[in-house]
């Protein structure tokens, strides 16, 4: 299993926080409750890590196409605060009506902003990085201009829908991790099992050796910006739901922590290789660290150290399992 | 005195040997050919003698010294340069830059732009070349390019200058004005190491020549007394591949592929030609004839390309690949690495790659389907690996090259198109090729073989078309002399010989 080094050290770090964040008295219960092993911390990790991880997987697909997409971030402001100002003018809609309007105008406007980066792409031959630079700039500022840099509230019936108990506690809410661990199965078993999906890696592999096997580049290489624009969709309705409001500021940077956990989960950004589910461990593994830097009680102005660290250690060391590997398959070969 | 001897020279490359114990001298003040096919390993030896490649084993004496070069300008320092046929030069930066790239004059920390000026000047002057030192190289043409490199050569003291094929991309003109300079050079004292395979210049301007063949050497001759024949039949003298005998012959079928006036501006003029089931039809010429070009505009990969190609008679569009895969045409690229396999993936998806949509449902893949399509395939190329799950970038080049060939296979065309099948493959693979691409024609497909190996063109085409400087200069039946095919390809004589 290529992602079994990323969920030991996973694991490894669960198991450091739970022996050494001591314990706490549960106000209600009166018991001794561990301070990460319980489980409204974990549900809070889950979620922390959902919104990352939903366009993580989006992103996964784009990086192996060998391209990037910086405006993902963008992306979910502009879709979030469209979908709010819309649903302002509902306010007397059914609160079923209200929830799947705002679900397809979300992900509807993020599939269609990854589709313009997908055409600009892939018609105009310039490199991803400036396309989408320039994007996350246009996009967070139509964000910013149809908002006038106010916050936007949305209806309650996004918040019930994102914040449901799924039959759990009353002080826990499932809804967000649930949303990712669907969006990664699909994303998995899409690059693992469609046409497309395997297309994709070819394309990223080599892309001359995928245009002499007939494959269609153009339409190849716009998908997986398609792809990434929905991802950033859903992620803005389940985390505008949750928050119960939207801004232009909203996701400001995020689309470092994303390019981050696909990398970390073993996306190699000369293509042609990554995994949906190692995009999502890549995303709980930096969401971690962070808590770790709580729960631990270490220092949190050494977070952006620790974390920048980490993330370079994390691809030095897969780096190093490849060549490895490589030099492994070459020795057999003689 | 010799200026430059070579005492028992070897030199390997991954999968080929490309000289072995070779010696030769090369006198002062001479202009000195190196000749072969393709492959012999002419170019390999310049290369080596201008420090961009590093020898094996044996010795290089300059000026009686022996000399070792790590790098190009040692060479350089030394006082020998090359003239690449392929350029290499800074494009985006001024002829001045260019020329005084590794030695920039300076003023202090700054750049001495007027010296700069100065010098690339007096250089271009030595050699008679009227080109603006400001103006960016890039913009230059072909020829004047090359002129920079010699101007930057001599200018640097050069006592050797290698040319390495200098006329291959220049017209008919600028290549009589380079052939002129190279005389001047040498009435200056300048030693010239001319490789190149066109017979009319060698005996224009070379004095000696040297001849090698599978990189080893034939024998080094004065070009005076020496006739064109005389050359040609040490260029291919080797016996008759044992191959040769077992040529079949081809049960002729029904007009697969019709090619009418295809041409490419650049590439090759107008060809026109057919392709019936059963046959192998051979394209032969030296590199740079356009045989390659041809075979990437039938498979719709050249955008400019235009002329009609017919497909068991119906028109076929050269917009791009998936249009000529549609109709049932391959092609086995002639650079795997880079145009037949993807290395990040592993032999099954890489052979199942141009018929995904067959073993897939509604879009998901079935493993059952693809892993028994592509096993099958796998199984016949007889690939030496692991397990079709193995990547393939640990694989060898033969075992790659086998595995193009079963991709194409696998996706059931009725031509391949088949470009270098066994460039970089040891014999045993190279053998098995052969015999699978007989195969094919017998099961009564089409294929379209282009091969720089004269033997092996001879031994399995059942018919021959001879490409010279993108012109077809010649149509041959089945088992033609290979100095009859070698004399059209090199342009030796124009009659049909036969």
Redo the contacts between chains.
């Keep these: 299993m290529q992602q079994f080094g990323l969920v030991v050290i996973i694991v490894a770090l669960g198991v450091i926080m739970s022996l050494f964040a001591g314990t706490h008295l549960d106000r209600v219960s009166g018991q001794t409750v561990n301070n990460f092993l319980n489980p409204s911390t974990l549900i809070q990790i889950a979620t922390d890590t959902s919104f990352f991880a939903i366009m993580a997987v989006g992103m996964t697909m784009v990086i192996i196409s060998a391209g990037i997409d910086l405006s993902i971030g963008s992306v979910y402001a502009m879709s979030a605060v469209l979908m709010s100002l819309a649903l302002q003018k509902m306010t007397n809609a059914a609160p079923v009506e209200q929830v799947l309007v705002g679900m397809a105008l979300s992900c509807g406007i993020g599939l269609l902003a990854g589709l313009f980066n997908g055409v600009m792409v892939s018609r105009l031959g310039v490199h991803p990085f400036i396309i989408t630079l320039g994007t996350m700039w246009v996009f967070r500022g139509i964000a910013f201009v149809t908002t006038k840099a106010m916050s936007i509230l949305v209806p309650e019936s996004l918040t019930h829908f994102a914040k449901a108990n799924l039959g759990m506690r009353r002080d826990l809410f499932p809804v967000p991790m649930v949303v990712m661990l669907v969006v990664t199965v699909i994303g998995a078993l899409f690059l693992q ?4 999906g ?2 994709i ?2 394309a ?3 892309i ?9 580049i153009n339409r190849i290489l716009s998908s997986v910006y398609v792809i990434a624009g929905l991802s950033a969709g859903i992620a803005a309705f389940v985390g505008t739901g949750f928050y119960g409001a939207s801004s232009s500021g909203d996701a400001q940077g995020y689309e470092l922590y994303v390019i981050a956990s696909a990398v970390v989960g073993g996306a190699s950004l000369n ?3 990554g995994s949906a589910i190692g995009a999502m461990l890549g995303a709980l593994l930096i969401v971690m660290i962070r808590q770790a830097i709580r729960t631990l009680n270490l220092d949190q102005n050494y977070e952006w150290i620790i974390i920048g660290f980490a993330i370079v250690i994390s691809v030095v060391l897969d780096r190093w399992n490849a060549t490895r590997t ?1 030099r492994r ?2 020795q ?2 003689q | 005195m010799p200026i430059l001897s070579v005492h028992n020279l070897s030199k390997r490359f991954p999968g080929v040997q490309a000289l072995k114990d070779v010696s030769l001298d090369i006198q002062e003040g001479a202009c000195h050919a190196l000749m072969g096919e393709n492959g012999a390993g002419k170019s390999t030896l310049g290369k080596i003698l201008a420090g961009l490649y590093q020898l094996d084993e044996g010795e290089i004496l300059f000026q009686g010294k022996p000399v070792h070069f790590h790098g190009p300008l040692d060479a350089v320092s030394a006082g020998i340069s090359m003239v690449h046929q392929e350029l290499l030069f800074a494009e985006n930066l001024t002829v001045a830059e260019n020329l005084c790239l590794g030695d920039l004059p300076r003023k202090g920390p700054w750049l001495d732009r007027a010296e700069m000026v100065r010098r690339s000047k007096e250089w271009l002057a030595s050699i008679g070349a009227q080109i603006d030192p400001l103006q960016v190289l890039g913009e230059l043409p072909i020829s004047k390019q090359q002129l920079v490199q010699i101007a930057g050569g001599i200018g640097r003291g050069a006592k050797v200058l290698i040319f390495d094929e200098p006329t291959s991309s220049l017209s008919q003109a600028e290549a009589l004005k380079l052939l002129q300079l190279i005389k001047e050079l040498k009435k200056k004292g300048v030693t010239c190491i001319y490789v190149s395979h066109r017979l009319e210049e060698i005996f224009e301007i070379c004095d000696t020549v040297t001849v090698l063949r599978d990189g080893q050497l034939v024998d080094t001759v004065s070009i005076q007394g020496l006739s064109r024949d005389d050359l040609v039949r040490m260029m291919i003298g080797r016996e008759l591949a044992a191959s040769l005998e077992v040529h079949v012959t081809a049960t002729m079928g029904d007009e697969l592929l019709r090619v009418e006036n295809l041409a490419s501006a650049g590439k090759f003029h107008p060809v026109s030609f057919s392709l019936r089931a059963g046959e192998i039809l051979g394209l032969a010429g030296l590199v740079g004839a356009g045989r390659t070009e041809i075979a990437e505009a039938i ?1 719709g ?1 050249d955008p400019v390309a235009n002329g009609v190609v017919y497909f068991r008679g119906k028109r076929i569009s050269l917009k ?3 249009h ?2 549609k109709t049932g045409l391959g ?1 086995v ?1 002639e650079d795997r690495k ?8 592993t032999a099954k ?1 890489n052979v ?3 018929i ?2 067959r073993v ?1 449902t509604a ?3 079935e ?1 059952q389907k693809e892993r028994s399509i592509a096993q099958k395939f796998f199984d016949k190329m007889r690939v030496k690996a ?1 397990t079709i799950d193995a ?1 393939t ?4 080049g033969g075992n790659q090259q086998k595995l193009v060939i079963a ?1 194409w296979l696998a996706s059931e065309t009725e031509v391949l198109l088949v470009d270098e099948p066994t460039r970089g493959v040891d014999v045993g693979a190279k053998a098995e090729i052969h015999n699978l691409i007989r195969g094919l024609a017998a099961e009564g497909k089409g294929v379209l073989l282009i091969s720089s190996e004269l033997p092996e063109l001879l031994s399995l085409a059942t018919r021959l078309i001879v490409m010279r400087e993108g012109n077809m200069v010649g149509e041959l039946p089945a088992n033609p002399t290979e100095e009859t095919v070698m004399r059209l390809m090199a342009g030796v004589s124009n009659a049909m010989a036969g």
């Design positions: 099992y469609t046409t497309w395997r297309r890696f070819a990223g592999g080599n001359e050796a995928a245009k002499y096997s007939g494959l269609n293509g042609g290789k490589q398959l070459v057999a070969r | 498979f990969l791009g690949p998936i000529a895969m092609l690229p880079h145009h037949g396999l993807v290395l990040s993936m998806e199942s790659l141009p995904l949509d897939a879009g998901w893949i493993p692991p990547s970038a640990g694989l060898s991709k």
